[in-house]
């Protein structure tokens, strides 16, 4: 994992990393509000940097969404409705390109597998232009 650390330094942050992911998916069976944000602001702001730093991106961002869905579950509720229409929205189009993309034969002499997007907008990341949008509007 890092370059410069001692193996053991390694096995140890995996654990940590694990045991913080694990803690995080069952973070709804803690009775305190306060605590589970305190938890979840943790989270955010030390084991989702500390797993992207390492380079496991998958972790991080459960860490982060799961996070987010503690400390503003309103607005993640809000967002991920919107994602969700959006997606629909957008399921011809999308489909139409992809037809257009397999007839053409110029897409032989290209190696690659054309798949269904739905970009995986990391939700925390859009709530600061929510914010900024409905102050300036």
């Not at 694990?22 to 509000?33: G, L, P, V, W």
């Not at 992207?52 to 967002?79: T, W």
Request: some cysteine.
């Amino acid at each position: 994992l890092c370059w410069y650390c001692d193996p053991v330094i390694d096995c140890v942050l995996l654990i940590k990393l694990a045991d913080r992911l694990h803690n995080m998916r069952t973070i709804d069976f803690i009775k305190s509000e306060e605590k589970r944000v305190r938890i979840a602001k943790e989270s955010l702001s030390i084991y989702a940097p500390l797993a992207a730093r390492i380079g496991m991106y998958k972790i991080r961002d459960e860490l982060q969404d799961l996070s987010f869905a503690q400390i503003y579950p309103e607005a993640r509720n809000y967002i991920v409705e919107k994602l969700l229409e959006l997606r629909e929205s957008k399921k011809d189009l999308i489909d139409k390109i992809i037809i257009e993309l397999k007839a053409d034969e110029n897409m032989d002499k290209i190696k690659c597998n054309i798949l269904k997007p739905f970009i995986n907008y990391i939700i925390q990341l859009i709530y600061p232009y929510l914010i900024i949008s409905t102050i300036t509007d």
